[in-house]
């Protein structure tokens, strides 16, 4: 290749091009702002995925390898590039980087916690309804989740799983994702967003959906453990121990029959209910 001459060097902006000593070819050099302006765009929406992930049911139990996590979060934060704002420019060896950071991990993480209260509380519904079924005795070890679970419990937190990715609930937190930049733009403010959205009053939700969804069942079972105790005391010569457990699991595996399908109605809502809060 020629070198670039006096009269032509003008088509080349200044910027790119500089001429080597021994009048050779052609160097390309870039200045910091121009790496930050590449960089930042998938930056922030990187780190701020991946810190949701860090935190998502399903996704952040230790079956999930953390190279799966990453490579997810790159996918996501690369292919949702169109739909996001503009991301503001800051230089990564400053404070206001550090916070911009931190900012990214408390939404990420507020995020997937969400998400977790929803999953936590269909959970507390498999746990009172194995309180009333007598089955919460039956608790063994979760290697997925490094904690005990019940019978009950790990079923309902099973069926819920699914349901979350059969009804679109993923896509549901994609979509938060991206709104989440409108909301709470990139900035180094990052205890404002905790001050507007308020996470630590979320664990009333537990308890409110968890009864919601249990009542039915409870209220059935309420009734037999009724029943049975009024026949305890008009036929005493029949030992109601030996044949009230039977009756008691039969029913409750009856009433979760005919009540999973139902699940998915406060399901759906309180997850559109909680992502709300980031759009």
């Known amino acids: 290749r020629r070198a670039v001459d006096a009269d032509h060097a003008g088509r080349v902006p200044a910027?790119?091009?500089?001429?080597?000593?021994?009048?050779?070819g052609?160097?390309?050099?870039?200045?910091?702002?121009?790496?930050?302006?590449?960089?930042?765009?998938?930056l922030w929406p990187f780190l701020r995925v991946?810190?949701?992930?860090?935190?998502?049911?399903i996704f952040a139990?230790?079956?999930?390898?953390?190279?799966?996590?990453?490579?997810?979060?790159?996918?996501?934060?690369?292919c949702a590039q169109a739909s996001l704002p503009a991301m503001p420019v800051i230089a990564?060896?400053?404070?206001?980087a550090v916070l911009a950071i931190v900012q990214q991990i408390l939404i990420g993480a507020s995020l997937g916690f969400a998400v977790r209260i929803v999953f936590a509380a269909v959970e507390f519904a498999g746990e009172m309804v194995g309180l009333q079924m007598g089955l919460n005795f039956a608790g063994f070890f979760n290697?997925?989740?490094?904690?005990?679970?019940?019978?009950t419990s790990r079923f309902f937190g099973t069926v819920v799983?699914?349901?979350?990715?059969?009804?679109?609930?993923?896509?549901?937190?994609?979509?938060?994702?991206?709104?989440?930049?409108?909301?709470?733009?990139?900035?180094?403010?990052?205890f404002a967003f905790l001050r507007a959205v308020q996470p630590q009053v979320w664990g009333a939700e537990v308890f409110r959906l968890g009864l919601w969804i249990a009542l039915p069942m409870t209220a059935m079972l309420l009734f037999v453990n009724l029943v049975m105790g009024i026949i305890s005391r008009v036929a005493q010569q029949m030992n109601i121990f030996s044949i009230g457990f039977p009756i008691t699991v039969s029913v409750g595996l009856i009433g979760m029959l005919l009540t999973l399908p139902m699940m998915q109605?406060?399901?759906?809502?309180?997850?559109?209910r909680m992502l709300q809060q980031f759009q």
């Open 143 to 151: 290697p997925m989740t490094g904690g005990e679970a019940t019978a």
């Open 61 to 78: 139990q230790r079956g999930v390898p953390a190279r799966v996590r990453v490579a997810l979060a790159f996918l996501i934060a690369f």
């Open 26 to 42: 052609l160097v390309l050099t870039f200045t910091d702002t121009q790496v930050l302006a590449w960089i930042t765009p998938i």
């Open 161 to 190: 799983s699914w349901l979350f990715i059969v009804t679109g609930g993923h896509l549901l937190l994609i979509a938060a994702v991206v709104q989440s930049f409108y909301a709470f733009p990139v900035g180094p403010e990052p």
């Open 92 to 96: 990564l060896d400053s404070g206001a």
């Open 265 to 272: 109605v406060p399901f759906t809502m309180a997850l559109e």
């Open 15 to 24: 910027a790119h091009v500089a001429g080597d000593t021994d009048g050779g």
């Open 50 to 57: 991946l810190a949701l992930f860090g935190t998502l049911p």
